[in-house]
Protein backbone atom coordinates (compact mmCIF):
# COMPACT_ATOMS: atom_id res chain seq x y z
CA UNK A 1 0.00 0.00 0.00
CA UNK A 2 1.93 3.03 -1.52
CA UNK A 3 -0.38 6.16 -0.40
CA UNK A 4 -1.69 6.39 2.93
CA UNK A 5 -4.90 8.11 2.11
CA UNK A 6 -5.91 4.98 0.44
CA UNK A 7 -6.53 3.15 3.64
CA UNK A 8 -10.54 3.29 4.36
CA UNK A 9 -11.21 3.99 8.04
CA UNK A 10 -15.10 2.66 8.75
CA UNK A 11 -17.02 4.83 10.82
CA UNK A 12 -17.28 2.03 13.98
CA UNK A 13 -13.35 2.30 14.82
CA UNK A 14 -13.63 5.79 15.36
CA UNK A 15 -14.44 7.00 19.07
CA UNK A 16 -16.89 9.43 18.01
CA UNK A 17 -18.82 7.54 15.45
CA UNK A 18 -22.09 7.97 17.79
CA UNK A 19 -21.59 11.70 16.74
CA UNK A 20 -21.94 10.55 13.05
CA UNK A 21 -25.01 8.83 13.43
CA UNK A 22 -23.61 5.51 14.03
CA UNK A 23 -26.07 2.87 15.11
CA UNK A 24 -26.12 -0.67 15.81
CA UNK A 25 -29.35 -1.93 17.19
CA UNK A 26 -27.79 -5.65 18.25
CA UNK A 27 -25.57 -3.55 20.44
CA UNK A 28 -27.88 -0.54 21.81
CA UNK A 29 -30.62 -3.57 22.32
CA UNK A 30 -28.54 -5.18 25.36
CA UNK A 31 -27.50 -2.14 26.62
CA UNK A 32 -31.14 -0.96 26.86
CA UNK A 33 -32.62 -4.08 28.91
CA UNK A 34 -29.56 -3.72 31.15
CA UNK A 35 -30.28 -0.13 31.87
CA UNK A 36 -32.00 -0.64 35.05
CA UNK A 37 -29.43 -2.86 36.34
CA UNK A 38 -26.62 -0.68 35.97
CA UNK A 39 -28.86 1.98 37.51
CA UNK A 40 -29.49 -0.46 40.84
CA UNK A 41 -25.76 -1.20 41.15
CA UNK A 42 -25.13 2.60 40.98
CA UNK A 43 -27.78 3.37 43.88
CA UNK A 44 -26.79 0.65 46.14
CA UNK A 45 -29.55 -1.39 45.75
CA UNK A 46 -27.80 -4.06 44.08
CA UNK A 47 -24.36 -5.19 45.14
CA UNK A 48 -21.78 -5.44 42.64
CA UNK A 49 -17.57 -5.76 42.79
CA UNK A 50 -16.82 -3.09 40.82
CA UNK A 51 -18.01 -0.69 43.32
CA UNK A 52 -15.73 -1.79 45.91
CA UNK A 53 -13.25 -1.76 43.23
CA UNK A 54 -13.23 1.71 42.22
CA UNK A 55 -13.58 2.60 45.94
CA UNK A 56 -10.15 0.71 46.12
CA UNK A 57 -8.72 2.84 43.31
CA UNK A 58 -10.23 6.04 44.23
CA UNK A 59 -8.86 5.51 48.14
CA UNK A 60 -4.97 4.82 46.33
CA UNK A 61 -5.05 7.44 44.64
CA UNK A 62 -5.65 9.93 47.40
CA UNK A 63 -2.56 8.29 49.60
CA UNK A 64 0.08 9.01 46.17
CA UNK A 65 -1.44 12.55 45.64
CA UNK A 66 -0.80 12.95 49.90
CA UNK A 67 2.04 11.30 49.68
CA UNK A 68 3.65 13.85 46.79
CA UNK A 69 1.86 16.78 47.55
CA UNK A 70 2.01 16.80 51.21
CA UNK A 71 1.03 20.41 52.20
CA UNK A 72 -1.45 20.46 49.28
CA UNK A 73 -5.09 19.31 49.60
CA UNK A 74 -7.16 17.78 47.07
CA UNK A 75 -9.33 19.58 44.95
CA UNK A 76 -12.66 18.57 42.80
CA UNK A 77 -10.65 18.56 39.91
CA UNK A 78 -7.62 16.43 41.36
CA UNK A 79 -10.64 13.92 42.26
CA UNK A 80 -11.96 13.67 39.15
CA UNK A 81 -8.93 13.03 37.59
CA UNK A 82 -7.99 10.00 39.35
CA UNK A 83 -11.99 9.01 39.31
CA UNK A 84 -10.97 8.80 35.11
CA UNK A 85 -7.90 6.69 35.61
CA UNK A 86 -10.04 3.76 36.92
CA UNK A 87 -8.06 0.80 35.17
CA UNK A 88 -10.68 -1.29 33.92
CA UNK A 89 -9.83 -1.48 30.34
CA UNK A 90 -12.77 -3.52 28.27
CA UNK A 91 -11.67 -4.36 24.91
CA UNK A 92 -14.37 -3.15 22.37
CA UNK A 93 -14.25 -1.05 19.59
CA UNK A 94 -14.14 2.31 19.58
CA UNK A 95 -17.13 2.91 18.01
CA UNK A 96 -19.04 0.78 20.13
CA UNK A 97 -18.21 2.30 23.24
CA UNK A 98 -19.00 5.81 21.84
CA UNK A 99 -22.91 4.46 22.17
CA UNK A 100 -22.55 3.83 25.78
CA UNK A 101 -22.27 7.94 26.06
CA UNK A 102 -26.41 8.57 25.74
CA UNK A 103 -27.00 5.69 28.07
CA UNK A 104 -24.45 7.13 30.97
CA UNK A 105 -26.34 10.78 30.45
CA UNK A 106 -29.72 8.84 30.75
CA UNK A 107 -28.43 7.30 34.54
CA UNK A 108 -26.77 11.08 35.17
CA UNK A 109 -30.39 12.55 34.87
CA UNK A 110 -32.36 9.37 36.87
CA UNK A 111 -30.17 9.77 39.89
CA UNK A 112 -30.97 12.96 40.67
CA UNK A 113 -29.60 12.98 43.81
CA UNK A 114 -26.23 13.17 42.71
CA UNK A 115 -25.09 16.67 42.97
CA UNK A 116 -21.54 16.44 43.90
CA UNK A 117 -19.09 16.26 40.76
CA UNK A 118 -17.27 13.57 42.38
CA UNK A 119 -20.00 11.00 42.37
CA UNK A 120 -21.03 12.18 39.22
CA UNK A 121 -17.57 10.97 37.99
CA UNK A 122 -18.20 7.50 39.94
CA UNK A 123 -21.36 7.18 38.02
CA UNK A 124 -19.66 7.69 34.86
CA UNK A 125 -16.76 5.98 35.23
CA UNK A 126 -18.34 2.84 36.90
CA UNK A 127 -21.50 3.12 34.29
CA UNK A 128 -19.29 3.00 31.38
CA UNK A 129 -17.61 -0.01 32.30
CA UNK A 130 -20.80 -1.57 33.02
CA UNK A 131 -22.05 -0.75 29.84
CA UNK A 132 -18.62 -1.94 28.02
CA UNK A 133 -19.06 -5.14 29.89
CA UNK A 134 -22.74 -5.81 28.12
CA UNK A 135 -20.90 -5.08 24.62
CA UNK A 136 -18.03 -7.46 25.50
CA UNK A 137 -20.77 -10.07 25.99
CA UNK A 138 -22.49 -9.68 22.89
CA UNK A 139 -19.55 -9.80 21.25
CA UNK A 140 -18.61 -13.58 22.78
CA UNK A 141 -22.21 -14.61 22.35
CA UNK A 142 -23.08 -15.63 26.21
CA UNK A 143 -26.17 -14.87 27.92
CA UNK A 144 -26.32 -11.99 30.58
CA UNK A 145 -26.17 -15.66 33.20
CA UNK A 146 -22.25 -15.12 32.93
CA UNK A 147 -21.67 -11.44 33.07
CA UNK A 148 -19.89 -11.96 36.46
CA UNK A 149 -17.32 -14.65 34.61
CA UNK A 150 -16.77 -11.87 31.64
CA UNK A 151 -16.46 -9.62 35.02
CA UNK A 152 -13.59 -11.67 36.20
CA UNK A 153 -11.77 -12.44 32.63
CA UNK A 154 -11.56 -8.54 32.11
CA UNK A 155 -9.95 -7.76 35.62
CA UNK A 156 -7.96 -10.72 35.44
CA UNK A 157 -6.68 -10.12 31.81
CA UNK A 158 -8.11 -13.40 30.11
CA UNK A 159 -10.12 -11.45 27.43
CA UNK A 160 -8.04 -9.25 24.32
CA UNK A 161 -8.80 -7.53 21.10
CA UNK A 162 -8.51 -9.44 17.69
CA UNK A 163 -7.09 -6.64 15.32
CA UNK A 164 -9.63 -5.98 12.29
CA UNK A 165 -7.32 -5.68 8.77
CA UNK A 166 -7.75 -1.95 8.27
CA UNK A 167 -5.99 -2.17 12.06
CA UNK A 168 -3.65 -4.21 11.05
CA UNK A 169 -3.29 -2.23 7.47
CA UNK A 170 -2.91 1.48 9.48
CA UNK A 171 -0.39 -0.51 11.96
CA UNK A 172 1.85 -1.20 8.89
CA UNK A 173 1.80 1.94 7.96
CA UNK A 174 2.65 3.22 11.24
CA UNK A 175 6.68 1.07 11.11
CA UNK A 176 5.01 -1.66 13.62
CA UNK A 177 7.18 -4.88 13.38
CA UNK A 178 4.06 -7.49 14.24
CA UNK A 179 0.67 -6.56 12.40
CA UNK A 180 -0.43 -10.25 13.11
CA UNK A 181 -4.36 -9.92 14.74
CA UNK A 182 -3.17 -10.88 18.22
CA UNK A 183 -0.01 -8.50 17.97
CA UNK A 184 0.25 -6.44 20.64
CA UNK A 185 0.80 -2.73 20.65
CA UNK A 186 1.97 -0.13 23.40
CA UNK A 187 -1.33 1.94 22.04
CA UNK A 188 -4.72 0.67 20.40
CA UNK A 189 -3.94 1.78 16.73
CA UNK A 190 -5.34 4.83 16.67
CA UNK A 191 -4.96 7.26 13.31
CA UNK A 192 -4.97 10.34 15.02
CA UNK A 193 -3.06 9.20 18.35
CA UNK A 194 -0.10 7.89 15.35
CA UNK A 195 -0.70 10.99 13.27
CA UNK A 196 -1.83 9.17 10.13
CA UNK A 197 -4.39 10.42 7.85
CA UNK A 198 -7.42 8.26 6.43
CA UNK A 199 -10.21 8.41 4.93
CA UNK A 200 -13.66 8.27 6.59
CA UNK A 201 -15.53 5.96 5.17
CA UNK A 202 -19.65 5.53 6.61
CA UNK A 203 -20.64 2.93 4.78
CA UNK A 204 -17.91 0.74 5.46
CA UNK A 205 -18.44 -2.11 7.25
CA UNK A 206 -16.44 -4.48 9.34
CA UNK A 207 -16.35 -8.45 7.92
CA UNK A 208 -18.64 -9.89 10.80
CA UNK A 209 -17.01 -13.72 10.37
CA UNK A 210 -13.96 -13.17 12.37
CA UNK A 211 -14.51 -12.28 16.06
CA UNK A 212 -13.52 -8.99 17.73
CA UNK A 213 -11.78 -10.73 20.87
CA UNK A 214 -10.16 -13.75 22.12
CA UNK A 215 -10.31 -16.07 24.92
CA UNK A 216 -6.53 -16.59 26.41
CA UNK A 217 -7.40 -19.27 28.46
CA UNK A 218 -11.08 -21.33 28.80
CA UNK A 219 -13.57 -19.77 30.95
CA UNK A 220 -15.84 -22.02 33.22
CA UNK A 221 -18.93 -20.26 32.41
CA UNK A 222 -21.32 -20.69 36.01
CA UNK A 223 -25.14 -19.16 36.17
CA UNK A 224 -25.83 -15.80 38.42
CA UNK A 225 -27.18 -12.75 38.86
CA UNK A 226 -26.70 -10.89 35.09
CA UNK A 227 -27.07 -7.17 33.95
CA UNK A 228 -30.53 -6.79 32.57
CA UNK A 229 -34.36 -7.01 33.83
CA UNK A 230 -35.73 -3.49 35.82
CA UNK A 231 -38.54 -1.63 35.27
CA UNK A 232 -36.08 1.83 34.55
CA UNK A 233 -35.36 2.37 31.02
CA UNK A 234 -33.05 5.11 29.23
CA UNK A 235 -35.14 7.72 27.08
CA UNK A 236 -32.64 8.11 24.38
CA UNK A 237 -33.36 5.22 22.45
CA UNK A 238 -36.05 2.53 21.89
CA UNK A 239 -35.61 -1.05 20.80
CA UNK A 240 -36.73 -2.15 17.38
CA UNK A 241 -39.86 -3.86 18.89
CA UNK A 242 -41.24 -0.29 20.20
CA UNK A 243 -40.10 1.93 17.21
CA UNK A 244 -42.95 2.97 14.83
CA UNK A 245 -42.35 0.90 11.12
CA UNK A 246 -42.03 3.24 8.50
CA UNK A 247 -45.10 2.67 6.05
CA UNK A 248 -48.45 3.99 4.33
CA UNK A 249 -50.23 6.36 6.59
CA UNK A 250 -53.70 3.91 6.92
CA UNK A 251 -56.92 5.25 5.40
CA UNK A 252 -59.45 6.51 7.88
CA UNK A 253 -62.45 4.30 7.96
CA UNK A 254 -66.20 5.94 7.56
CA UNK A 255 -67.74 6.25 11.26
CA UNK A 256 -70.76 4.08 9.28
CA UNK A 257 -71.55 2.36 5.87
CA UNK A 258 -72.36 4.06 3.07
CA UNK A 259 -74.10 0.91 2.19
CA UNK A 260 -77.78 1.29 2.53
CA UNK A 261 -78.65 -1.33 5.06
CA UNK A 262 -81.90 -3.38 3.41
CA UNK A 263 -84.31 -5.43 5.39
CA UNK A 264 -84.20 -9.14 4.25
CA UNK A 265 -88.11 -9.57 5.03
CA UNK A 266 -89.11 -6.79 2.18
CA UNK A 267 -90.99 -8.07 -0.64
CA UNK A 268 -89.53 -8.48 -3.59
CA UNK A 269 -91.65 -5.97 -5.86
CA UNK A 270 -91.58 -3.38 -2.66
CA UNK A 271 -89.34 -0.04 -3.37
CA UNK A 272 -85.59 -0.17 -2.06
CA UNK A 273 -85.44 2.98 -0.94
CA UNK A 274 -88.50 2.82 1.48
CA UNK A 275 -87.10 -0.18 3.90
CA UNK A 276 -83.57 1.62 3.43
CA UNK A 277 -82.55 2.77 7.13
CA UNK A 278 -80.39 5.58 7.60
CA UNK A 279 -77.86 5.85 10.89
CA UNK A 280 -76.95 9.35 11.94
CA UNK A 281 -74.51 10.10 14.28
CA UNK A 282 -75.61 10.07 18.04
CA UNK A 283 -74.51 13.88 18.42
CA UNK A 284 -76.29 15.42 15.19
CA UNK A 285 -79.03 17.77 16.03
CA UNK A 286 -82.56 17.04 14.49
CA UNK A 287 -85.50 19.24 14.85
CA UNK A 288 -88.09 17.18 15.77
CA UNK A 289 -92.10 18.41 15.76
CA UNK A 290 -93.97 17.98 18.32
CA UNK A 291 -97.57 16.47 17.67
CA UNK A 292 -100.41 18.33 17.08
CA UNK A 293 -102.16 16.06 20.11
CA UNK A 294 -99.65 17.24 22.66
CA UNK A 295 -100.14 21.28 21.90
CA UNK A 296 -103.99 20.89 22.09
CA UNK A 297 -103.60 19.62 25.17
CA UNK A 298 -101.12 22.13 26.75
CA UNK A 299 -103.23 24.72 24.91
CA UNK A 300 -106.38 22.99 26.56
CA UNK A 301 -104.38 22.79 30.15
CA UNK A 302 -103.58 26.80 29.97
CA UNK A 303 -107.21 27.96 29.31
CA UNK A 304 -108.44 25.55 32.41
CA UNK A 305 -105.84 27.48 34.52
CA UNK A 306 -106.83 31.04 33.25
CA UNK A 307 -110.66 29.90 33.94
CA UNK A 308 -110.08 29.13 37.38
CA UNK A 309 -108.65 32.29 37.74
CA UNK A 310 -110.79 34.51 36.50
CA UNK A 311 -114.33 32.60 37.32
CA UNK A 312 -116.52 30.06 35.12
CA UNK A 313 -117.94 31.21 32.36
CA UNK A 314 -116.03 34.60 32.16
CA UNK A 315 -115.69 35.88 28.64
CA UNK A 316 -113.30 38.21 27.13
CA UNK A 317 -110.57 38.52 24.33
CA UNK A 318 -108.20 36.26 25.84
CA UNK A 319 -111.01 34.18 27.13
CA UNK A 320 -110.14 31.73 24.40
CA UNK A 321 -106.21 31.89 24.44
CA UNK A 322 -104.27 30.30 26.94
CA UNK A 323 -103.03 31.47 29.87
CA UNK A 324 -99.63 33.16 30.30
CA UNK A 325 -97.73 31.88 32.92
CA UNK A 326 -96.12 35.33 35.06
CA UNK A 327 -92.70 34.55 35.97
CA UNK A 328 -90.98 35.89 39.07
CA UNK A 329 -89.14 39.39 39.14
CA UNK A 330 -85.86 37.87 40.73
CA UNK A 331 -83.30 37.63 38.19
CA UNK A 332 -82.09 34.72 37.15
CA UNK A 333 -78.24 33.64 36.85
CA UNK A 334 -77.11 32.51 33.09
CA UNK A 335 -75.15 29.22 33.12
CA UNK A 336 -73.03 29.18 30.05
CA UNK A 337 -71.50 25.86 28.82
Same mark, same amino acid.
Given at each position: ????????????????????????????????????????????????????????????????????????????????? !????? %??? &?????? /??? *????? +???????????????????????????????????????????????????????????????????????? !????? %??? &?????? /??? *????? +???????????????????????????????????????????????????????????????????????? !?????????????????????? +??????????????????????????????????????????????
Amino acid at each position: MNKVGLIRWPLRLFDDAADYDYTNDAIQEPLYNAYSSIYDILTGHRPHEIVALFSAHMAKEKEEFQAANPKRSLTTNDLIS !AGSCF %PFH &VPILPG /DAS *LVVDF +VANLLQHAKNVNDEVDKCAVQCIGRALFSLVILRTYLGRPPENDEDIFHAVKNGLISRVWTSHEQALAACYG !AENTS %PEA &VFDTMP /DPG *LWGIK +VMRDVNLQLAVDRPFVTLKQPIAWTSGPGLTGGHLKPRRYRPPSQQLKPGPRPKPCPAFSQKPAVDTNMPAD !ADVTTYTSIRRPANMMVEVEKP +VAKLKSTAEHHTSQCQAADGEGAKGPLSGMPAKVRRGERQRKVVRF
